[in-house]
């Protein structure tokens, strides 16, 4: 199976990235000439540009170290985990949510009731009135 790539990367991702790249361009540096000044691999540059990693907490340091920027990249990783952790969606199962715009037919096993949209009133009655006793009916 293919490593999962973060389909709806964060705002603050966004941003990390964007900053990434527009200091490292902007520097007139290569992913591998900043990967050699970070002491890492140029790979691990390029997936955190094309987000198919997020960026840690570490890259945040040695980024804001080497381009001086005083805290702008941890700030931004530290916005990225906290929007992360708040989210609603976990990031595996975001290519569901993808799959899901998509569908044109919904399938459901309901071995012991029908469904409500499905069940008519005398059904919906007698389910309801099963669980009840002489005493509470």
């Known amino acids: 199976m293919a490593p999962s790539r973060d389909t709806n990367p964060s705002a603050y991702q966004d941003m990390f990235v964007s900053e990434l790249r527009a200091r490292r361009e902007a520097s007139g540096l290569s992913r591998n000439k900043l990967a ?12 955190v540009e094309t987000f198919e ?3 840690s907490e570490g890259l945040a340091d040695d980024l804001d170290t080497y381009f001086k920027t ?4 941890d700030r931004m990783w530290a916005k990225h985990v906290m929007a992360r952790k708040q989210g609603l969606i976990p990031t595996g199962f975001r290519p569901l949510i993808e799959a899901e715009k998509g569908t044109l037919e919904m399938s459901t096993y309901e071995p012991l009731l029908i469904p409500g949209l499905f ?19």
């Not at 069940?119 to 009916?137: D, M, N």
């Open 53 to 55: 990693k997020p960026p």
């Open 36 to 47: 050699a000044a970070l002491d890492c691999t140029p790979q691990w540059i390029a997936k």
């Open 70 to 73: 005083s805290g702008t990249f």
């Open 119 to 137: 069940q008519t009133e005398e059904y919906a009655r007698l389910v309801l009135s099963a669980g009840l006793t002489s005493r509470q009916g």
